[in-house]
């Protein structure tokens, strides 16, 4: 098993959805937790960080499950500036290392 | 601009050259990471520094690789002898001393590496 995994998607969605995406990891001991957006052909750009009790910045929230080991991103009444892929990064308590996932594409169409 | 630069953006090289790519970080940053991302994976980690020193080089690829931070600035990735394997973008972050290890990272635009 991956240490994180994410379902690459595409994720294809009308403007105004709503869409969620989740990211599984597979060590318990995980304590960091983050989004990143990647545009194309960009660098990653931090979304936002994942805290136990949440975290909502406007349209986006994103979610923290420890006893079933996933987080997840949900962006209400989605943007055509939405689209690009989402990364999910997970590190380890006592670890200097970010483990990212594979992202998850998502295209938001008129 | 006061992000993260790296240097060069593109390079093109023949299987066995050795190639080094340079990243600046933000200036009071004193958390520097090296990754390698391919396409349609997230990046890879591979290296880590805190000022001057590498904390973190178990993944780094192969003994191929290897990074410096001399003064704690600017770091180094150097490949020796490259394989058209190792053709990939190569990005850097850096990140403040804020909060311990988990904190934002601010990314640059990334050295494209083609091995013919």
């Known amino acids: 098993r991956k240490e994180v995994e994410q379902d690459p998607g595409p994720f294809n969605v009308p403007e105004g959805a709503t869409v969620a995406f989740n990211c599984t990891y597979s060590?318990?001991?995980?304590?960091?937790f983050f989004w990143y957006r990647q545009d194309c052909r960009k660098e990653p750009k931090l979304l936002m960080s994942?805290?136990?009790s949440g975290n909502e910045d406007g349209r986006f929230t994103a979610q923290l499950n420890r006893a079933s080991q996933y987080i997840s991103l949900l962006i209400r009444d989605s943007k055509l500036s939405d689209s690009a892929t989402y990364l999910c990064?997970?590190?380890?308590?006592?670890?200097?290392?970010?483990?990212f996932g594979r992202g998850t594409s998502l295209i938001v169409h008129p | 601009d006061t992000g993260v630069s790296q240097n060069p953006r593109h390079k093109i090289t023949k299987r066995g050259q050795n190639v080094t790519f340079r990243c600046d970080p933000i200036?009071?940053?004193?958390?520097l990471y090296w990754y390698r991302q391919t396409l349609g994976q997230g990046p890879e980690f591979l290296t880590y520094?805190?000022?001057?020193?590498?904390?973190?080089k178990s993944r780094l690829l192969s003994d191929r690789f290897s990074a410096e931070r001399p003064k704690g600035s600017f770091s180094t990735l150097e490949i020796q002898r490259t394989e058209q394997g190792d053709s990939a973008m190569y990005l850097c972050?850096?990140?403040?001393?804020?909060?311990?290890?988990?904190?934002?990272?601010?990314f640059g635009p990334g050295t494209r590496l083609t091995v013919l």
């Open positions: 972050a850096s990140s403040p001393r804020v909060g311990g290890v988990g904190n934002e990272q601010f």
């Open positions: 060590n318990s001991a995980s304590q960091s």
């Open positions: 994942v805290y136990s």
């Open positions: 990064v997970v590190r380890s308590g006592g670890s200097y290392i970010p483990t």
């Open positions: 200036s009071e940053h004193n958390r």
């Open positions: 520094f805190q000022n001057e020193a590498q904390l973190e």
